[in-house]
């Protein structure tokens, strides 16, 4: 039984390095192009993340607070629309997600980007850190770029990996039977699994390059983080946000370091005047969930 054990383990473990090395993103201008251990769909794991965000606009919808600030949740959509418009440059494929964001009134430090573009930001973030609108660019690029790089997959491919190990040995051993619904886990630790901090700092430089290729001053990628540093030093790490996303000297010194390489980028759209795309109206607060702040439909984004 030990044997056998091994054996099917060596080759278990001998299939998911031969399916799971790849990279999900084109490395721009910052090299973000980090070989990925991805071994569970795309597919499996978005359905999940489609699943836990309608779940949360429909609490959202329910205390109505989805939406509630028309010319905030004017302002969020502008700025994401420049944003999704760059997103070409690291994976083509994403200008074809159906890309949504939604705003959520509630004092919680928190914004989110599940798997496939769909996207939340709470008004808290937005008015205890006072941002303007690069900062509020940088926030919102940092998430996708969570989405882009599929950090939520890669994590769900080790916890999927690390189950099915688990349950070869179940039915080696009589107790039980292998086979997990991807969807069904992804849905379930969409919002619960912390980024690892080489994911933190990846989705900070990728986010930085996309708020510039968008028009938005990348120092606005420094200063937020600044001033997530000076909000921490008096809350404690319970606080949503700052317990998943640390904020320290040597992250702002990172993002210092990629000044070099993203400036040019921004100048460059300055310079031709990057436009902002059409602002869709928001929905009435009272409005179906997940129905507004769409992405500009396929034939907008490419003109």
Known sequence: ???????????????????????????????????????????????????????????AHSAKALNTDATQTKRVN???????????????????????????????????????????IYTGIIEQLKLNDDELAAIIGHEMAHALREHSREQISQRFATTQVVNIGSILLGLGSAGQNVASLASDLILTLPFSRSMELEADVMGMELMARAGFDPNG??????????????????????????????RVANLKSQLPNVMPLYEAARVSGTPAPQVVEAAPAEATPGKSARAPSKRARRR
């Not at 993103?25 to 597919?43: D, E, M, N």
């Not at 502008?78 to 944003?83: D, E, K, N, P």
């Not at 418009?85 to 599940?114: H, S, T």
């Not at 420094?222 to 404690?236: H, I, P």
Request: net charge neutral.
């Open 221 to 250: 990628a420094v200063s937020v983080w600044q001033k997530m540093n000076a909000l921490s030093e008096g809350r404690s790490s319970s606080t949503t946000f700052l317990s998943t996303h640390p904020s320290d000297e040597a």
């Open 1 to 59: 039984m030990k044997r056998l054990f091994s054996l099917v383990f060596a080759i278990f473990a001998a299939a998911m390095l031969l399916s799971g090395c790849e990279s999900t993103t084109a490395g721009g201008a910052t090299g973000s192009s980090r070989s990925q251990f991805l071994l569970v769909s795309s597919a499996a794991v978005n359905e999940g993340a489609a699943k836990a965000y309608a779940r949360e606009m429909g609490k």
């Open 78 to 120: 502008a700025i994401t629309r420049r944003l999704i418009a760059q997103v070409g440059i690291f994976r083509p494929d994403a200008l074809e997600w159906e890309w949504e964001i939604n705003v959520i009134e509630d004092k919680a430090i928190n914004a989110y980007c599940m798997p496939g573009g769909k996207m939340v």
